[in-house]
């Protein structure tokens, strides 16, 4: 059965109508194809050899992508894509769309739209299952590692076909406070021990005003895990708390997760509301 495009206009639009790949495409008309970056803890990029068939760039080694069919939208196909040629399902929360634009075609009339995603997460190498007719092999690598195959001419040539890789590279070697936070949440459990409503374990007239927790296999000053008050909103982490306790004698952060603003302020208020505990909202930059 032939493959299906959605035909886009040049700002990313639907036009109703359908495009079948390998057919010439009109002036004006366009289709996107995704790009996926994968990168764990140790900032390598899984990357994958292409088979050794007679099409272009056969036996090179690439990261994953292709076009996104009919009917799906630019994440979808970025999950399924990696799901067809690596056997991995990713986590559609840990990844983030870093850049996008356009090319036009070289052999017809139409254009690429070019959706690149980077997606954190950590893979078991031994969990990856090749599909057969596209995909050989597959392996993490350093930056250092892709460059000297740049050079070496076994890794697509980034002028050809990620020309913005280099920008990839310096905005991973940035992650910044909130990016790492983001990173934590994504690859911890989420433990809610306090629900709404529930009573505090020590002081029976404190009652949580939203889920509060902790993430799993993290630590934070008081020897447990790192707290997070949980809202009813879809916004990720948008602040801290930092606290001290003057019973306790310590200080700490509390993450503001998937918070409305009218939650935040009772997370803040909820650190504020007693002589023996203070704290300093951070709202996300």
Avoid at 108 to 120: H, I, Q, S, T
Wanted: charged share 25%; proline share 4%.
């Amino acid at each position: 059965m032939a493959e299906l495009w959605d035909v886009l206009d040049g700002n990313r639009n639907k036009t109703g109508r359908l495009h079948e790949r390998d057919k010439p495409m009109r002036r004006g008309d366009c289709h996107l194809i995704v790009h996926v970056w994968i990168m764990n803890g140790k900032g390598e990029f899984l990357i994958s050899q292409r088979a050794p068939d007679p099409g272009r760039w056969c036996g090179m080694w690439h990261t994953t992508g292709g076009c996104v069919i009919a009917g799906e939208d630019s994440l979808s196909a970025a999950l399924r894509e990696t799901k067809e040629e690596l056997g991995i399902g990713l986590v559609p929360e840990s990844g983030l769309l870093f850049k996008q634009y356009s090319e036009p075609h070289i052999n017809d009339d139409g254009a690429a739209l070019f959706d690149v995603w980077l997606f954190r997460q950590e893979v078991d190498i031994s969990s990856v299952v090749c599909q057969p007719d596209e995909i050989c092999d597959a392996m993490w690598a350093s930056k250092e590692q892709i460059r000297r195959m740049i050079a070496d001419g076994t890794f697509l040539p980034p002028e050809e076909a990620y020309f913005y890789m280099e920008d990839l590279f310096r905005f991973c070697d940035k992650m910044n406070f909130w990016q790492a936070l983001d990173l934590l949440v994504e690859e911890h459990d989420l433990v809610i021990d306090r629900p709404r409503g529930t009573t505090h374990p020590r002081y029976p007239t404190c009652i949580y005003p939203l889920d509060y927790g902790y993430l799993r296999g993290t630590s934070s000053s008081d020897g447990g895990g790192i707290d997070v008050w949980r809202g009813t909103a879809d916004t990720g982490v948008v602040a801290i708390m930092v606290t001290v306790d003057m019973v306790k004698r310590d200080s700490e952060i509390k993450i503001v997760l998937n918070c409305t603003e009218e939650e935040i302020k009772i997370v803040s208020h909820c650190h504020n509301n007693s002589e023996f505990m203070k704290g300093i909202l951070i709202r996300r930059e």
